[in-house]
């Protein structure tokens, strides 16, 4: 298995925090993203990275901000959490664009009351 | 708009059959089209890549075909198994933009 960690695995919170979920991988690879899962809308690409400090947004970024400051982490963070950003949010990573396979994190369960 | 289309409803079948997934896109031009089985709770595991300019894939029981005229591919398990039980998901990858676009999922179910 593709060497993945995602933290926090479960968090609830309240409307209005700053939440940020960690990425962290071992295995080198260039790309990373981060996508939302929700029933009826599947996997959706919030944001990715091609290298450290180098990021952009995807179909569904309002609202969340992303850092790589180093090629192992990618840190998701949601400024002031909302109830709709209630989701299941998983981190995945690609060694080459080419290839396009991506390897997936177990997820990030995020509940906002 | 742009549109990946995977049947909503779960698929049924008895072991040992052929399941036949479908996903459909409209607006899009992919370099290529992935298949991943996601297990509830986990994430999902990379099964098969087909190109645009191929016809079809095999791994194993695992079948894939990408008509890019009829903008579809179809997804095979032969001699199903209840293991094969899963949401599998399709996918598009935009060569121009790094992007990896999914379809929501069929659920599979394989009853013994």
């Known amino acids: 298995d593709a060497g993945i960690t995602q933290s926090p695995r479960h968090k609830v919170t309240e409307t209005g925090t700053p939440v940020t979920l960690r990425c962290h991988q071992t295995?080198?690879?260039?790309?990373m993203y981060w996508y939302r899962q929700d029933p009826g809308h599947g996997l959706r690409l919030i944001h990715y990275?091609?290298?450290?400090?180098?990021?952009d947004k995807g179909e569904v970024s309002d609202g969340y901000s992303v850092s790589r400051s180093k090629t192992e982490d990618f840190l998701l963070t949601l400024e002031s959490a909302t109830s709709s950003q209630t989701s299941v949010y998983f981190c995945?990573?690609?060694?080459?664009?080419?290839?396009?396979?991506?390897?997936f994190g177990e997820g990030s369960r995020l509940t906002v009351l | 708009s742009q549109k990946i289309e995977q049947n909503s409803e779960a698929l049924n079948i008895q072991e040992g059959k052929t399941a036949t997934l479908t996903c459909n896109y409209t607006?899009?031009?992919?370099?290529?089209l992935q298949w991943y089985r996601q297990d509830p709770g986990r994430g999902p595991v990379f099964l098969l890549l087909?190109?645009?300019?191929?016809k079809e894939k095999r791994k194993e029981r695992l079948k894939v075909t990408f008509d890019t005229t009829l903008k579809q591919s179809l997804f095979h398990i032969t001699a199903s198994q209840p293991a094969d039980s899963a949401t599998y998901l399709c996918?598009?990858?935009?060569?121009?933009?790094?992007?990896?676009?999914f379809g929501s999922g069929t659920r599979l179910l394989v009853r013994p």
């Open positions: 607006n899009y031009s992919p370099a290529y």
């Open positions: 295995e080198n690879h260039r790309y």
């Open positions: 996918a598009l990858w935009m060569d121009s933009s790094y992007k990896l676009i």
């Open positions: 995945a990573i690609s060694e080459s664009k080419d290839s396009g396979e991506l390897f």
């Open positions: 990275s091609y290298g450290v400090k180098d990021t």
């Open positions: 087909i190109r645009e300019n191929e």
